[in-house]
């Protein structure tokens, strides 16, 4: 059929309309022959354009009451029925309208109504651009549908439906069919045939469970994100190949070899092997502890699992039986085996550990200063009468004076030859008497005797040790005391040897000590164990020794370089003694001859002084010990050298002498080739009379 070109009034579109509606048969006879419609609408009601398109495609088209709007539909080219039926349906989508086809009749409805409504299901014939409502159903091969509906929700209309079924693993789709055809194309792009083959990597440095362990980690999210569906990506180990098994899609296997191959790279430090060679602590003793961590480790780790710690306590209890440490006392080394985490803080105790201690030297000085004073004075006399009838009955007074009365007087004399050295009367004696076969005999001593003595003893005790290292320091002797002896009476075959035991007990300073370097700040923590004996040089009982001793047992808090006392005693006694006639004694003048006075002052004075200094590297340690072979070797300077003597009695003889110091190594990292050597003492020139050797020639003191 002609048509003509509709001109833009109302009046004219009714027109036009009115003669498409009365030759209705007309257009249908000119669909095959071919004919073309060229529809120009202007403002014109839906309902218009309803009966035009119903009048040249042949269709029953029922709309719902809702459907009121106001079109225009414009072209310049003419077009078939059926691409007109296409403009249709576009313009009915612009304004939010749907046309569903049901048993042969169209029913024009708003779109939010569409989905509810029995539609084209499964549509073949239906052409992918069209925009008539549609239903599809799509099978997802490689990947999950749950996880494709939130990425394609937002490519499709509000009034679209779109819905998976996880257990088909499809998606269900229902909208126009050029949005259903480009969702579909898109979902064919996404939903690739996966690689899901299995790769076997080897590792050469690592081990294996421990990077399973780090990459599952790592892709713990993503794994969650997949779970429903798809082909996640799997990582296991195989201890016993020391092997990592990778399954899943080929790009993710790709990315977890990548991740592989990079943590199954070799250590700085050699591997799961390692030989530590110490140059401090004691191996034997630190291969101990490091046991004993790795099984509170193990042990603490598999008692109480946080969540998800079955495989910690897994990795726990594997790093056990892969770890193992023991010690070289010949090398004083540490081979420790263990995976790459548990070396590392084993290697880090180590390192804490195997550090420099500190070193201090301890000085004591024990102070003991006693002056003993007793002075006796006294009277003895005897009066008697070798007469029988004599008048004179006897009278004496005997009383000791210093240990010796007038009766050992009358000995000695008697019997020069009984005296000895031991039973010589010491101080001053007087004597007077008369004795004779006849008369009045009469014997009189006046004895006087004083003794001063003063005790001034200084013993200065040194000792050098580590830090939290017990020193002890013995400068005794071992004196022998009787504890037991059997004499035999008895004789024939059964007699018995006499024998006597002897223990033998050491008499001197002895000095044990522990310090503590306080790290924080200069303070040393001491324990100290000080004993300081002698002999007293008298007997007591069964003639044995008699030895005073002094002990301190305490723990002190000093500071670095400061001197602290420890104890001590301070004493001052006075004894006065009397011995007297009653009632005679007491007479002025006269009663000197009744009595014997004696006195008796002891003043002792002990005191223990300590000192620490801390030696925190060799530079101190080398000063000090040159300081103290400088004083040495100038004790020995002085005591061999006497310019008095103008005549040597030996002559040509070198008194000993230490060799000097020697002097820094420059080549010698650390030690005394590292160390500031103290000024030399002016006395190292030596004394007259002696050849000083060259240095080069005198080796270093052992």
């Not at 309803?50 to 042949?58: L, R």
């Not at 011995?579 to 008796?600: A, C, D, H, M, N």
């Amino acid at each position: 059929m002609h048509h003509q070109t509709v001109t833009r009034t109302p009046l004219r579109a009714l027109w036009v309309t009115a003669v498409l509606a009365f030759t209705a048969t007309g257009i249908v006879g000119a669909q095959t022959n071919g004919q073309r419609i060229t529809p120009n609408f202007k403002d014109a009601e839906i309902g218009v354009i309803i009966e035009a398109v119903a009048a040249a495609t042949g269709k029953t088209i029922i709309p719902d009451p809702r459907v009121r709007a106001q079109i225009t539909m414009l072209s310049t080219t003419a077009m078939t029925p059926t691409e007109f039926y296409e403009a249709f349906l576009s313009v009915l989508q612009v304004h939010n309208f749907v046309a569903v086809e049901s048993g042969g009749i169209i029913k024009i409805v708003p779109d939010s109504n569409a989905r509810q409504m029995p539609n084209i299901d499964l549509p073949s014939r239906v052409n992918g651009g069209s925009d008539e409502l549609v239903t599809q159903i799509i099978a997802v091969q490689n990947v999950n549908a749950a996880q494709l509906v939130p990425v394609l929700r937002p490519l499709m209309p509000q009034a679209a439906h779109m819905a998976a079924y996880p257990p088909g693993n499809i998606l269900i789709l229902s909208d126009r069919a050029a949005n259903v055809n480009r969702v579909m194309r898109i979902i064919q792009r996404i939903d690739q045939a996966g690689d899901n083959e299995v790769d076997i990597l080897n590792l050469q440095h690592a081990t294996a469970s421990e990077v399973v362990r780090v990459v599952n980690t790592f892709f713990q999210q993503q794994q969650g994100q997949q779970e429903g569906g798809g082909s996640p990506t799997r990582v296991i180990a195989d201890d016993r190949s020391n092997s990592v098994l990778i399954g899943g899609e080929k790009s993710s296997r790709l990315r977890v070899k990548a991740l592989v191959a990079h943590l199954d790279t070799p250590l700085e430090s050699g591997g799961d092997t390692q030989v530590r060679y110490l140059h401090f602590a004691d191996a034997e003793k630190i291969a101990t502890k490091l046991k004993e961590q790795i099984s509170a480790t193990v042990a603490i780790t598999g008692g109480a699992p946080p969540a998800g710690g079955a495989a910690q306590s897994g990795v726990a209890a594997s790093a056990d039986r892969s770890t193992t440490i023991w010690a070289d006392p010949e090398t004083n080394a540490l081979v420790i085996t263990a995976p790459a985490k548990v070396m590392r803080s084993l290697m880090a105790v180590v390192d804490k550990l195997d550090i420099r201690r500190a070193q201090v030297l301890i000085e004591a000085i024990i102070v003991d200063v006693s002056v003993n004073k007793n002075a006796e004075l006294g009277v003895n006399w005897a009066v008697w009468s070798e007469d029988d009838d004599t008048r004179i009955p006897l009278g004496t007074f005997l009383s000791p004076v210093g240990g010796v009365n007038l009766a050992n007087l009358a000995a000695a004399v008697d019997n020069p030859s009984s005296v000895t050295s031991t039973t010589v009367p010491t101080g001053t004696t007087l004597g007077i008497g008369r004795i004779a076969a006849t008369g009045v005999n009469f014997a009189a001593m006046l004895r006087a005797i004083q003794g001063d003595s003063t005790t001034n003893v200084i013993s200065t005790p040194q000792a050098v040790t580590m830090d939290n290292q017990e020193a002890e320091l013995k400068v005794a002797q071992e004196v022998p005391f009787i504890t037991g002896s059997y004499a035999s009476t008895g004789g024939g075959q059964n007699e018995l040897n006499p024998f006597t035991t002897v223990q033998r007990q050491e008499v001197g300073t002895i000095l044990k000590i522990t310090p503590q370097v306080n790290a924080g700040g200069p303070l040393v923590q001491l324990k100290i164990e000080l004993e300081s004996s002698e002999l007293a040089g008298t007997s007591g009982d069964a003639n044995s020794l008699i030895t005073n001793k002094r002990t301190i047992n305490t723990n002190v808090l000093i500071e670095d370089g400061g001197i602290v006392v420890l104890g001590g005693l301070i004493r001052d006694s006075a004894t006065r003694g009397e011995q007297r006639v009653p009632y005679l004694g007491r007479i002025p003048i006269l009663g000197e001859l009744f009595k014997t006075r004696s006195r008796k002052r002891d003043k002792t004075n002990l005191m223990v002084f300590i000192r620490p200094k801390v030696l925190r590297d060799g530079v101190a340690a080398a000063y000090e010990t040159d300081a103290k072979y400088n004083f040495i070797r100038e004790q020995q300077r002085k005591a061999g050298s006497d310019p008095t003597e103008l005549l040597p009695l030996i002559p040509f003889n070198k008194d000993p002498l230490l060799p000097p110091v020697p002097p820094p190594d420059p080549n010698r990292a650390g030690g005394r080739g590292s160390e500031t050597r103290p000024p030399p003492s002016p006395s190292d020139k030596p004394p007259s009379g002696q050849a000083d050797e060259p240095e080069k020639k005198t080796p270093p003191p052992q």
